[in-house]
Each structure stands twice: as structure tokens, then as C-alpha cells.
């Protein structure tokens, strides 16, 4: 089957506007969170958009017209498409879409009444809009649609890009997930779940995590079949190896504790990649800093690579920033493969007590060269070759997307 | 709602709501056509939401299908006051 390769990134995350400031922050050990939120308080849609053109948007695809400009420059695309408008497609993930726009219609409906309620509300709100809008605004003529999955929903999106490729209905896809979901209504419903971290410190896989921390933001991938890459020319960043879903079946908000929906979802994407278990060099967690969530995945992860699991370091970007829900898959595919094409691991920041059980390497603390095939391993990567890692989110409703990505 | 509206009250709503929609101020004179201000139906919609709390006259999609210039706009307004 065809190789599908990443041409180009962008990313607007708490750590700042841009794909290689996520990767150097984290890398770096600093935190976006302040005051219990991951927020990208650096953006301002003014840098990006115009006024008409951020006044039809909401703030989840004004945050994807961001990230989505950086990965087609960095793609070299921002001249020109490099294809048929109609080989490039659009799939962007979303866990709710545009909260923030719903919430102010509900309230100008109560205050002063339906009549008043903007035209814009619907164009605004519904999930797809940041995918229709990337589409306007690069004359993406390709098929183009959302993916929703809750937490998963920016890993499926790019699993769904994957496919599209390789099923030829385009040659290039951009692709990622965004989310602006730091409303009110959201922090009351999640905390009403007992979700959100009371303390407001992601600390994933330590004894006192008490919950996720929420976090907006947007990252944007170009893929390009390699053929045609190659043949116009392009960088490659890495490569999408594999893809793997699953479903826990399970439970609404809670995973599977012996984590088995989760590794079924790591096996796919390995048997996908056509890569073993020992070939993995680095996991990037799902991690959310939830006391459920980091020990199912635990399990999980020593499900899927056996051994090798505790051979190799396995981080948590959320630690960093939060969890940024629909967003979040897509983010931590951007910072999985610049640290794998940097070599790094990353840290997992805050982590200070594993909690019981929770034995694997979570690189506590501060990053560390990346030690290709793990400890002692005479893998590819520590000749000179390629390095793979496994990329995990999970989402409530019990859906599980696996990224195995691959730097050169 | 008022007989005692102006032209020129109306044109001034309607000219900051073009220039509130992101048409260029510059560019908004009386002749000057909506496709030209990149104005579009939304646009029009969320007009028509303006006039009809400023006024309490409702514009209905059909008759605001028909306006073509700001010009267009500002006397189908002034009819219906």
C-alpha cells in the first residue's frame, strides 16, 4: 500500500503559537497551564484572520485556520495547492465544535428572545465548521467533513485521513483537531463528572492526580501519498506507519481497567504498520492525569508490547498542556514526531510519585535523548535509521485511536 | 414603528452594520454593490435582524434576495418603516 507521509505541521497549543514551540517548550519542560487551564493565551485571531473572516468563525476554527496556515507554509504549499484542488481533502476532528457559540445563542434566546438569536449561530456551532472553513480558505475541493470522538476525535480524524489516501480518493489530506471549549457550561459539566482536577495540576501517572486539567488549542498535519510528494519535491517529516481503533463497549465515560479495548486499538496500529512490539521507541501516552485513565492505560500498554513496554519511555504531552479533547490527538501526533525526529522523549511533567502499580518509564520531570528500540536495543534507530513511536488517545464512549508515526 | 426616521438614520445603521460585518469603510458609498463589499446572504440575514430590532420592520429573505446595492437596502428599509 501506498506510504503516506507528513509534509507539514502547525500547531496553536497553551505553549504558544506554533508546531515547534509545543515541541521545544515541552521538550524544555515548561508548563502552559496557569491557574488550573491550559489556554493559548498567546493567540490572537487577528494575526490570522480578518475581521469578517473571524467574526464567521468560532474560536475552535479560528484556532484551526491558524494551525492549518503554518502547516500548509511549512508544507510549502502557500503559494499554490501542489495538486488538483479536487485530489486535496479535509478531515478535522472536534469534540463538540463550537461550544462558545452555542452557549451565547442559548443565552440570547432566554435574554431577548429567538428573534435575536444570529444567523450565524448554525454556521458557527456545528462541528464541521472548522473543516468547511479550512476548506474556503485553501480551496480544499477533495471530500472534507468532521470526525467526533470525544478525546480520540484528532487521532481518528488523521486515521481517516490515512485511509482516504490510501484508498486514492486524494493525493494530499490536511488534517488535525481543534478545540476552544474553555466555557462555563464545560468546566461545570466536567466537574460535575468528577473529570476535572480539582487541584488544577496535570500530574499524569503520579499518586496524587486528581483529574484531567482542560486546555483548548488546534494542531494541523499535511499528508501527502509519498509518491507524490516525492515527486514534487517535498521535505518529509515523518511518516504515518499505521493506524489502529477499538471500541471498550464498556462503560459511557469510564475505560476498560484491565485496559483491553485500549491495547486492542495499540495492536491494530502495530499490525497496520506491519511493525513489532520491540520496534517501538517511544509511546505517547494518552495519559490525562485521571486516576482511571493512567492505570487502564498502564495495562494497556504492557498488553500491547509485553516486555518491551518497560524497555521504553512513555510520556504524557498533557502534563504540559492539558488536555485539549478534540484537539488532543491531533496536538501530540505534532509533538510525537518532531520529538522523534529530534530524538527526544519528552518529559512528563509534574510527575513526582508514581502511584502503585504504575511502573513503567514516564520520563518524570525533564526530557531525555531518545534511546532508539529502548534500553540496551540494537533497533534501527540506534544505527541511524528510523524511529517509530505509538501515539494513544482514547475518548469517552469508550473510543480508542492508535497513531504509529515514524521519523527518518 | 416611526415616521419620523430619516434617510439618512437609516443609512447610518446601515453602513456601520456593513462596516461591523468587515466591509471596508472605504469602499461603502450608496451605489456601491453588495458582491462588491463581499457582503453575502448571512450578512444580509444579520441585517435584517438589525433593521427589525432598530425599526420593528420585518424583511423577509425574499425581498432581501432582490437588494443588490446599499442604495437597494436603504429605501427598501425606508419603504417598510
Not at chain 1, 494551525?67 to 463538540?96: H, K, N, S
Not at chain 1, 486539567?213 to 514534487?232: H, N, S
Not at chain 1, 540496551?376 to 469517552?396: C, I, Q
Amino acid at each position: 500500500m501506498q506510504p503516506v507521509v507528513v509534509t507539514g505541521v502547525g500547531a496553536v497549543t497553551p505553549l504558544g503559537v506554533g508546531a515547534r514551540t509545543l515541541h521545544e517548550r515541552w521538550s524544555a519542560g515548561v508548563s502552559g497551564i496557569a491557574d488550573g487551564e491550559g489556554a493559548c493565551l498567546d493567540f490572537d485571531p487577528s494575526d490570522f484572520l480578518s475581521n469578517k473572516e473571524a467574526r464567521r468563525a468560532d474560536r475552535f476554527t479560528q484556532l484551526a485556520l491558524a494551525a492549518c496556515a503554518e502547516a500548509l507554509a511549512d508544507a510549502g504549499w502557500q503559494d499554490e495547492l501542489p495538486y488538483d484542488p479536487e485530489r486535496v481533502g479535509c478531515v478535522l476532528g472536534t469534540g463538540v465544535g463550537g461550544i462558545a457559540t452555542l452557549t451565547g445563542g442559548q443565552d440570547t434566546l432566554r435574554e431577548r428572545g429567538g428573534q435575536y438569536v444570529s444567523p450565524l449561530a448554525v454556521p458557527l456551532m456545528m462541528s464541521n465548521a472548522a473543516a468547511g472553513a479550512l476548506s474556503m480558505a485553501h480551496g480544499l475541493q477533495g471530500p472534507s467533513y468532521a470526525v467526533s470522538s470525544a478525546c480520540a476525535s484528532g487521532a481518528h480524524a488523521i486515521g481517516s485521513a490515512l485511509r482516504m489516501l490510501q484508498n486514492g480518493e486524494a493525493h494530499a489530506v490536511v488534517t488535525g483537531g481543534s478545540e476552544a471549549g474553555l466555557t462555563p457550561l464545560a468546566r461545570a459539566a466536567f466537574s460535575a463528572l468528577d473529570a476535572l482536577s480539582a487541584s488544577g495540576i496535570s500530574r499524569p501517572f503520579d499518586a496524587r492526580r486528581d483529574g484531567f486539567v482542560m486546555g483548548e488549542g488546534a494542531a494541523v498535519l499535511v499528508l501527502e501519498r509519498e509518491d507524490a510528494a516525492r515527486a514534487r519535491g517535498a521535505r518529509v517529516l515523518g511518516t504515518i506507519k499505521g493506524y489502529g481503533a477499538s471500541s471498550d463497549a464498556h462503560h459511557l465515560t469510564a475505560p476498560r481497567e484491565d485496559g483491553k479495548g485500549q491495547a486492542s486499538a495499540m495492536l491494530a496500529a502495530l499490525a497496520d504498520a506491519r511493525v513489532d512490539a520491540t520496534q517501538i521507541d517511544y509511546v505517547n501516552a494518552h495519559g490525562t492525569s485521571t486516576p482511571l485513565n493512567d492505570r487502564a492505560e498502564t495495562h494497556a500498554i504492557k498488553l500491547a508490547l509485553g516486555e518491551h513496554a518497560q524497555r521504553i519511555p512513555v510520556s504524557s504531552t498533557k502534563s504540559a498542556i492539558g488536555h485539549l479533547l478534540g484537539a488532543a490527538g491531533a496536538v501530540e501526533a505534532v509533538a510525537t514526531l518532531l520529538a522523534l525526529r529530534d530524538r527526544i522523549a519528552p518529559p512528563t511533567l509534574g510527575l513526582e510519585e508514581p502511584d502503585q502499580g504504575l511502573d513503567l518509564d514516564y520520563v518524570p520531570g525533564a526530557a531525555r535523548p531518545l534511546a532508539p528500540g529502548g534500553h540496551g536495543s540494537n533497533a534501527d534507530g540506534a544505527n541511524g535509521g528510523p524511529v517509530l513511536a505509538l501515539s494513544n488517545s482514547f475518548g469517552f464512549g469508550g473510543h480508542n485511536a492508535v497513531l504509529c508515526l515514524e521519523a527518518p | 414603528m416611526s415616521t419620523t426616521v430619516t434617510e439618512e438614520q437609516i443609512e447610518k445603521l446601515v453602513v456601520e452594520s456593513l462596516e461591523t460585518f468587515g466591509a471596508d469603510a472605504d469602499q461603502i458609498t450608496r451605489e456601491a454593490t453588495f458582491e462588491a463589499l463581499d457582503i453575502d446572504s448571512l450578512d444580509l440575514a444579520e441585517l435584517s435582524q438589525i433593521v427589525h430590532e432598530s425599526y420593528g420592520v420585518e424583511l423577509k429573505g425574499s425581498d432581501v434576495a432582490e437588494v443588490k446595492t446599499v442604495d437597494d437596502a436603504i429605501k427598501l428599509i425606508a419603504e417598510r418603516l
